[in-house]
């Protein structure tokens, strides 16, 4: 009895050919990775504008309240003193919200867990993601009147109100900024630092104990 065996030849790629996929791939990290780059430092000018945008806000909103941050108004005259207080973020920027225009600009790009706004109405701490600086006052500009909410003491990020004395070991964590973040000085000035850098702006607040309301 006769038989046909089929001959079942395999094919592998030749050394050069797996040089030439290598070179393709190569080629195109090169043309992705720095768009992928620009586009997160995009994200992270963004929020600066944002913050810049939220700086000015506080300093219109205290031309017109003897000169004084809605955290150093009482609710009763129109401000956020009692709540901010009480750790909650969202009435300060509601009374703001002639001077934001827009509460998109309370959510940094990077934020994934925050979404914006639709209406300050409506406001939650789900629609913002920066820290409010309650004890901020516009003439120590060194203080903190707002910054990315990315903070940690090694607790994890608060939830409402943090006091933060300058001996502890603030940091930033990666949740939104990869390790920095961005910190909104009282004179309505931003500054983009890093861990360390932040250690050594808290030392310059002029005060012992920073007490920040997070979102």
């Keep these: 009895m006769k038989t046909n065996q089929g001959v079942k030849q395999s094919q592998a790629f030749t050394l050069f050919e797996v040089l030439i996929v290598i070179a393709v791939l190569i080629f195109f990290a090169a043309l992705i990775l720095p768009a992928l780059h620009k586009a997160g430092s995009n994200k992270r000018i963004s929020c600066v504008n944002n913050l810049k945008q939220v700086g000015l806000a506080y300093r219109v909103w205290s031309g017109d309240n003897g000169d004084k941050y809605p955290m150093a108004v009482s609710t009763n005259q129109g401000g956020s003193m009692e709540r901010a207080l009480a750790g909650d973020v969202v009435l300060t920027f509601q009374v703001m919200s002639n001077e934001l225009s827009t509460p998109k600009i309370l959510v940094c790009p990077n934020d994934v867990q925050r979404k914006s706004g639709?209406?300050?109405?409506?406001?939650?701490?789900?629609?913002?993601?920066?820290?409010?600086?309650?004890?901020?006052?516009?003439?120590?500009?060194?203080?903190?009147?707002?910054?990315?909410?990315?903070?940690?003491?090694?607790?994890?990020?608060?939830?409402?109100?943090?006091?933060?004395?300058?001996?502890?070991?603030?940091?930033?964590?990666?949740?939104?900024?990869?390790?920095?973040?961005?910190?909104?000085?009282?004179?309505?000035s931003v500054q983009q630092l890093s861990s360390s850098g932040l250690r050594g702006a808290l030392t310059k607040t002029g005060i012992e104990t920073n007490r920040l309301a997070f979102p």
């Design 118 to 188: 639709t209406n300050f109405t409506d406001l939650t701490k789900a629609n913002i993601s920066y820290f409010v600086g309650v004890d901020a006052v516009e003439t120590n500009a060194s203080m903190w009147l707002g910054g990315d909410r990315n903070m940690t003491t090694g607790e994890g990020t608060s939830s409402d109100l943090k006091n933060i004395t300058t001996n502890q070991a603030v940091r930033w964590t990666g949740e939104i900024h990869k390790n920095a973040g961005n910190i909104l000085m009282a004179d309505a």
